[in-house]
């Protein structure tokens, strides 16, 4: 009771802190419009009742006591050693998703789809491994054993980046390409009217757009430039719109 106790109150001073940012600091709001709003003093805040969506079976003990959720695309009933082996391939993907500028979520959500993790995976179309690159492929992103989940990663995750690169940054269409080709996607126009494609692609986007996939924010939101601005009072106000 007493560490619940601690840990209520080391919550409520966080969100204290919070409320209360440092005079001065950039701060970000939207205003009634829906419109962006960075400024360098703080804007009169209006409190608004914050809804909390917890895991199921989370509790308040469960939290104090230090207990932890399993991690994304992991089972509560799986082995040790298969949660040694998840660990390494997570660290794998950390690395080559920043040797190629990838989100390692959306690269997550890629193996979950494809493979469920299984890195001795293989269709009926003969794509293996954890990315599930078929042979064609692997051969020309340099891959010579598409079941070692290193070389699988950096083949799958090249692949993947090229796509985002081609289609620049439309993951609906990298995503339908990594799927069907990207023949397949420029013929149409974007996402082919295939029902293993439309269904692939959605699986995915799905996955990746998930609360607590711990994707990186704003990953694919659309660029707009940022206007700077001095009101009366000299008070700098940068706005998006």
Avoid: C
Wanted: hydrophobic share 40%.
């Amino acid at each position: 009771m007493r560490a619940l106790s601690n840990s209520v109150a080391i919550l409520l001073g966080m969100l204290a802190l919070w409320a209360n940012p440092v005079q001065g600091q950039i701060v970000s709001y939207k205003d009634d419009g829906g419109k962006r709003v960075f400024i360098n003093s703080n804007p009169a805040f209006v409190v608004r009742p914050i809804k909390a969506i917890l895991p199921k079976g989370f509790t308040p003990t469960g939290f104090a006591l230090g207990t932890t959720q399993p991690s994304f695309g992991e089972s509560p009933e799986m082995s040790a050693a298969e949660r040694g082996n998840r660990a390494k391939i997570e660290v794998m993907i950390r690395e080559v998703s920043d040797r190629y500028r990838v989100d390692p979520a959306l690269v997550r959500a890629v193996i979950q789809t494809e493979s469920n993790w299984n890195t001795s995976a293989i269709s009926s179309k003969g794509a293996r491994g954890l990315m599930q690159l078929v042979p064609g492929t692997a051969q020309q992103l340099g891959v010579n054993n598409a079941f070692d989940a290193k070389q699988n990663l950096d083949g799958g995750v090249h692949y993947l980046h090229m796509l985002l690169e081609r289609y620049n940054g439309d993951l609906d269409k990298a995503l339908a390409a990594y799927n069907a080709g990207p023949g397949a996607v420029d013929r149409a126009g974007g996402v082919p009217r295939y029902r293993e494609t439309r269904e692939y692609v959605q699986k995915v986007t799905d996955s990746y757009f998930r609360p607590g996939s711990d994707r990186l924010p704003r990953a694919f939101d659309q660029r707009r430039p940022i206007y700077r601005a001095v009101e009366a009072d000299g008070r700098v106000v940068f706005t998006n719109e």
